[in-house]
């Protein structure tokens, strides 16, 4: 029975070679040296990640927003939408949290996807309340066949009535740095 199995393995190790050298005399007979071949996998990996998109509408979404807001300032925002589409239009509609308002108060808006154009929104908008608040933006495509894809896309803001700014503890002499946030504990129920 030992040599039975000696044989089949024998057998599939030959096997195995012939189809290496198969591939073997497919493959080009050129050299490419390491450092390109790292920059040439990098490149298709970095244009891979940023062509994938989940399924939807083929829209992307940029803003300029920096992410901090203090309750009542106005942030200046410029939306820009791009897409690759050669006809049909683009609805996008705003839908802010409570807590946001937004100048102009038009919040539904209309594209021709007949440009290559980028389609930029500027708007202001103002927290009314601390807290985390959304701009909530509905994105649809509607092409010349009738058929309609959806993307949704948020910008959060993060509101608070004080700027969180990196302070210095008396009592550290040691060069330590902390940064010290506010917080607010729950009421105990007891």
């Known amino acids: 029975m030992t040599n039975t199995r000696i044989k089949l393995f024998l057998a599939g190790c030959l096997v195995a070679l012939a189809s290496c050298d198969k591939n073997k005399a497919e493959l080009p007979n050129k050299k490419i040296p390491i450092e390109a071949h790292a920059t040439s996998l990098q490149k298709k990996h970095s244009d891979q990640a940023q062509s994938y998109q989940k399924p939807g509408a083929n829209v992307r979404f940029k803003h300029n927003y920096d992410g901090a807001t203090a309750v009542g300032a106005i942030e200046d925002l410029k939306l820009t939408f791009s897409e690759q589409y050669t006809s049909g239009q683009l609805y996008i509609r705003l839908k802010p949290d409570s807590g946001i308002t937004i100048e102009p108060a038009t919040q539904e808006f209309v594209f021709s996807l007949d440009s290559t154009q980028n389609h930029v929104l500027e708007l202001s908008a103002r927290a009314t309340s601390a807290g985390k608040q959304f701009l909530n933006i509905f994105a649809s495509v ?49």
């Open 142 to 190: 509607v092409d010349e066949s009738g058929r309609v894809s959806n993307r949704v896309f948020a910008i959060a803001f993060y509101v608070d009535e004080k700027t969180l700014k990196q302070t210095k503890v008396q009592g550290l002499d040691r060069g330590e740095k902390v940064i010290i946030l506010p917080s607010e504990e729950p009421e105990s129920r007891l």
